[in-house]
């Protein structure tokens, strides 16, 4: 059972990390590359008219709160029990959080272009790390007869 953990959280870790360069990737191509930019402007403005993307984000940002708060509660309940790599899980997962809920709430597609895209790997990347966050806290404990 730990190994599978082990497992899934590597491939986790290299998705979230793909997922960060490539939003820095189209941010960067953005300014670039006008071909870029043009259908970043042409899409933004097909997803503007057919969701209400700014209404989906900020259910987003609150269904995370929410998630973030019951796995930080669950454990500060359980603190004893969990490793160090438990608290470090949820460091990361909280800056991951305030990153992707700062970037939603303070920018738009008038100051970033490629604002959707970007919102939506950062969105992604804290959902990974919410899920990986949660199975760490709800499943694995630590032996108190260990010394790891």
């Known amino acids: 059972m730990k190994k599978s953990n082990k497992i899934f959280n590597i491939i986790a870790t290299v ?3 793909l997922l960060l360069v490539g939003a820095y990737l189209v941010n960067y191509f953005t300014h670039k590359k006008m071909g870029m930019l ?5 899409k933004n403005n097909l997803l503007e008219n057919k969701y209400p993307i700014m209404k989906l984000q900020y259910i987003t940002i609150a269904i995370f709160a929410i998630l973030v708060v019951l796995i930080l509660a669950l454990y500060i309940k359980r603190k004893l029990q969990m490793s160090k790599y438990a608290l470090s899980m949820n460091i ?3 800056i991951l959080f305030a990153i992707y809920a700062g970037f939603t709430l303070i920018n738009s597609t008038e100051t970033l272009r490629a604002y959707y895209y ?3 790997m950062l969105e992604v990347t804290v959902f990974i790390q919410i899920i ?3 199975i760490e806290v709800l499943i694995y404990k630590t032996n108190k007869n260990t010394l790891i």
């Open 118 to 120: 970007i919102g939506f």
């Open 92 to 94: 990361f997962m909280v």
């Open 38 to 42: 043009r259908y970043i402007v042409y």
């Open 15 to 17: 998705l979230q990390i």
């Open 132 to 134: 990986k966050t949660g």
